[in-house]
């Protein structure tokens, strides 16, 4: 989760909203690591999971990240929740909860949905402060 | 739709679960259209919808399509669906249901859950039989 903090922290300083992600393989070291790109990229799907995800299973030449772990700073939204569950990982560890734009513990819940082929496991609140306080003071400076 | 249609013709012809997108704009006329590069990209988010709106706002060089509408022909996953809210697509037409792995008016149901800011106006059924017919000959096959 520290690198997956430092990867918010760069976003926040090229003025993205600071989320980061890291993936994981089963040994627990890092395939992959990515921040934020929406505004970079002019591409609203370019969320730091999406990002890390796709470069991990890259990165192995693979589909399924069948025994990593996604790692990320903020609770995925719906897109990112989904996604996870596509690309198999075995599990989600995140950092802040996010009643207003989460997928997993909030709104769509889509892990929950008895359509959900493949949910991980969940690990909420890891960090949670830290992960938090780089959003509100993102968005405190902008307001 | 029709051109939705015939991208999910080439994607099966590729060996990729049939499904094809098109985006158009607000006089309807196509900004991008995508098939299904799941297997291609060895990339599980590359579902014909992430492409399609991923290009079209590419095409305009700005982060929203407003006035857009996504065509697809089955029901999107939670992952497109939420793609089509974040990318703000004013309308999304699907060809045929998917009770199974569906989003929208199945499983998950990201645009009726209350932390949805964007919620597209949606169409349903449009073509399903045809495009319905593509997927299950396609999986009849490989069984």
Not at 57 to 74: M, S
Not at 79 to 85: E, I, K, T
Request: hydrophobic residues 45%; glycine residues 12%.
């Amino acid at each position: 989760m520290a690198l997956a903090l430092e990867e918010a922290r760069a976003a926040a300083a090229r003025g993205e909203v600071p989320v980061g992600a890291v993936v994981t393989d089963a040994a627990g070291t890092p395939l992959s690591r990515a921040g934020n790109e929406v505004e970079a990229r002019r591409d609203p799907s370019a969320h730091a999971e999406i990002l890390a995800l796709r470069a991990a299973a890259g990165r192995l030449g693979r589909k399924w990240l069948a025994d990593g772990t996604l790692w990320v700073t903020l609770e995925p939204c719906p897109m990112c929740a989904q996604a996870a569950s596509l690309f198999r990982v075995r599990r989600v560890v995140f950092g802040a909860y996010d009643p207003k734009g989460g997928g997993v513990e909030h709104g769509a819940r889509v892990f929950a949905a008895p359509s959900c082929h493949h949910a991980p496991e969940v690990v909420g609140g890891v960090r949670e402060t830290e992960a938090g306080g780089l959003l509100r003071a993102f968005f405190a400076e902008r307001r």
